[in-house]
């Protein structure tokens, strides 16, 4: 027999934690956006992006992707383990036991409120061992001199964040990109000699779905 | 605040308001008393009404499992949390832009939708034992507003 009064024994019932309304939170009077934690926010110009991008371009030339890569996964790292803590104390259990479309959809509110525009979870090559993650309206999509997938913080930090989700050392590669006029960024995720080909295909153009057909085969 | 009114507080640095953009704020200030009443009704009787929601669910729903309705029933719990407090407001996007759009695709993932025909119908036949008829116009259309989205 369900109890309703069982049901609400600690009263609160969870729902959207990063619902953008309850979750941005602002001190004005010290200039400070915080998350409803209290953890600080700050919103970045898009055009420091933009001036990161071309500032490393011309102080590292090819070096910059990986430097921009590296802090990504820097990032990634403490990204994931705020967004761990977050969740595990908003839903009362560690992360491992979520299930996993609430999981999901988490990760989704996520990246949505903090404006990094939308990520989609592709299970199209999960039983094949490769992950992918689509996003939309990245702020990292930038148009680069020679064209290619230039989401390289966004890489990083999906390579960090998996990494430390799944306990193994996994990669995120991107393979199409909206600043190549691709209707989203697609990263191919998985461990890192599965995917040693993807570089090299990258640089002679191919696309993502002919990169996809390669790794496959 | 429902959202005509949210766009007269914006006006206020351009210019007085007019009589009858007052009125609007005015219908809006005398329904308060009966919204704070319904409100307080289904804050202090949530257990009671939920649970009369629970045993008949139980009964019709026999072939579920009771995991997936208690599960449906926690949901119906938020639901109408964030109905009162929307109805207190007057305001349907506030339940819409808070609760459904995050549930809507929890529960399309889950396939909820059969427990949830149930538990709206269930809860809608109580809520009009419950509630007198002007109570009942005040809340329901919030409630309608989750059942089609959570459903349909």
Redesign the interface.
């Known amino acids: 027999m369900i109890s309703v009064a069982d049901l609400l024994q600690d009263n609160q019932i969870p729902a959207n934690y990063y619902g953008y309304d309850a979750y941005i939170k602002g001190d004005l009077e010290l200039g400070l956006l915080e998350s409803r934690r209290g953890d600080r926010l700050i919103a970045v110009p898009d055009t420091l992006i933009q001036a990161l991008y071309e500032g490393l371009e011309q102080e590292t030339g090819q070096a910059s992707r990986l430097v921009l890569f590296n802090c990504g996964k820097w990032w990634g790292k403490n990204f994931y383990t705020r967004f761990s803590e977050e969740i595990s104390d908003y839903y009362g259990k560690p992360l491992a036991e979520l299930d996993m479309i609430l999981f999901l959809q988490c990760l989704k509110e996520c990246w949505l409120t903090h404006g990094w525009g939308r990520i989609e979870f592709d299970p199209t090559y999960q039983n094949q061992g490769f992950l992918m993650i689509k996003t939309y309206q990245s702020p990292y999509s930038k148009k680069l001199a020679k064209p290619r997938p230039s989401c390289f913080m966004e890489a990083g930090i999906l390579t960090s964040f998996f990494s430390r989700l799944t306990g193994r050392d996994l990669l995120a590669i991107q393979i199409s990109c909206e600043s190549m006029g691709s209707d989203c960024n697609r990263f191919v995720i998985a461990l890192e000699d599965r995917l040693a080909i993807v570089d090299s295909s990258i640089e002679e153009g191919l696309d993502y779905e002919s990169i996809m057909t390669s790794l496959l085969s | 605040m429902d959202a005509k009114i949210k766009d007269l507080i914006e006006q206020a640095q351009d210019r007085y308001l007019k009589s009858d953009e007052l009125d609007l704020l005015d219908g809006y200030v005398k329904s308060l008393p009966e919204r704070l009443t319904l409100y307080k009704l289904l804050r202090d009787r949530?257990?009671e009404i939920?649970?009369k929601v629970?045993?008949r669910?139980?009964i019709e729903l026999n072939k579920t499992d009771?995991a997936d309705?208690?599960s449906g029933?926690?949901n119906l719990?938020?639901v109408m949390?964030y109905c009162a407090m929307g109805m207190l407001l007057n305001d349907e996007n506030f339940l819409k832009?808070?609760?459904l759009r995050?549930?809507e695709?929890?529960m399309a993932?889950?396939e909820m939708r059969q427990i949830n025909d149930v538990l709206y119908k269930l809860l809608n036949q109580i809520l009009r034992q419950e509630l007198s008829t002007h109570q009942l116009s005040l809340i329901q259309p919030l409630i309608t507003t989750a059942q089609v989205t959570l459903i349909y």
């Open positions: 949530e257990i939920l649970q629970a045993d669910a139980e009771t309705i208690e029933i926690k719990i938020l949390r832009q808070r609760l995050w549930l695709q929890i993932l889950k």
